[in-house]
């Protein structure tokens, strides 16, 4: 099995930051690619940002020039830098990953358990 732990969360004021982290764990043999998603109360659950196994990365328009995803591979780690927070970011983020548990075996999705991320106006 395949866990994916989330930190770095909590409450910060309009224009403060966090750095959320994710660390996977378990059987792996490769990870392809991590990301982050978030999911505000009654909304749906929306992609903030990913990043390849390569480092190519991608963002949600509305967190542009203000998040920064990157990733350890050798820690199988990915984080958020998350600046300029506004009340609208609120939400809990959750990491994901795409795993190869073997190196026959097709990749599969994991997700993490989320941290809430909370801007205070």
């Known amino acids: 099995q395949v866990q994916l732990v989330e930190s770095g969360g909590g409450l910060v004021q309009t224009g403060g930051s966090l750095r959320l982290s994710c660390s996977a764990s378990?059987?792996?043999?490769?990870?392809?690619?991590m990301g982050w998603y978030r999911q505000a109360p009654g909304k749906q659950r929306e992609l903030v940002a990913s990043?390849?196994?390569?480092?190519?990365?991608n963002y949600a328009d509305s967190v542009k020039d203000r998040f920064t995803i990157s990733r350890d591979n050798a820690k199988n780690t990915v984080y958020l830098q998350v600046n300029s927070l506004k009340p609208e970011d609120t939400a809990v983020y959750y990491c994901n990953a795409e795993v190869r548990v073997r190196t026959w075996s097709p990749l599969q999705n994991y997700w993490g358990q989320g941290t809430q991320v909370t801007v205070s106006s």
């Open positions: 378990g059987s792996i043999f490769i990870i392809n690619a």
């Open positions: 990043i390849t196994r390569g480092g190519t990365t």
